[in-house]
Structure formats: structure tokens, C-alpha cells
């Protein structure tokens, strides 16, 4: 017959316990990154869709296609890199108090 002391049983299922929950944390952030992905997507596309017109003008007029790439993704660069910019120190913030 195997022995062990109540704090070894109560310290290793406090432990599985923590452990699951570390998992599920994990598992929504990701799932929660991966949504946010896919809504910028959608964003951008609807923006592109939008300035359809203006794109076909420009391409008409000579403009390469980085220069329209560029012309398009330069707002959500900007809104990436101020979410970027708040999110990095707010998180530094939160894990370390």
C-alpha cells in the first residue's frame, strides 16, 4: 500500500488545477488573436472594396502596384502600430504589478 500526506495530494491537484486553467487562458488568447486577424481582414477587404474605383484610376494613371499597396495599407499600419505602441507597456504593466 503507497502513502502520501494530504499536502502532497492537495499541492499536486492544486497544481493540475492551475495547469488546466494556464491551458484555457492560453487557448482563449489565441482563439481571441486569431478573431481579431480575421476582422482586420475583413476590414481591410471592405476598405479596398470601397476604393475600388479610386485604385482602377490610379492604376489607369500609372501607379505601381507598391505605390497602391502602400496608399492602402498605410491606415492600418497606423492603427496597428498605435495598438502596438498602448498595448506593449499596458501589458508590461499588468504582468509585472
Not at 482563449?28 to 476604393?51: D, E, I, K, N
Not at 502602400?70 to 497606423?78: F, I, S
Request: net charge positive.
Amino acid at each position: 500500500m503507497k502513502y502520501q500526506s494530504l499536502a502532497l495530494k492537495v499541492n499536486t491537484s492544486a497544481h493540475i488545477s492551475e495547469r488546466r486553467i494556464q491551458q484555457l487562458v492560453l487557448f482563449f488568447s489565441a482563439l481571441a488573436v486569431a478573431l481579431t486577424c480575421l476582422g482586420v481582414l475583413g476590414l481591410a477587404s471592405f476598405s479596398v472594396l470601397r476604393r475600388q474605383k479610386e485604385v482602377a484610376v490610379r492604376k489607369v494613371l500609372g501607379a505601381s502596384r507598391v505605390s497602391i499597396v502602400n496608399l492602402l495599407a498605410k491606415e492600418y499600419v497606423v492603427l496597428i502600430g498605435a495598438a502596438v505602441l498602448l498595448s506593449f507597456p499596458l501589458s508590461y504593466w499588468v504582468l509585472d504589478g
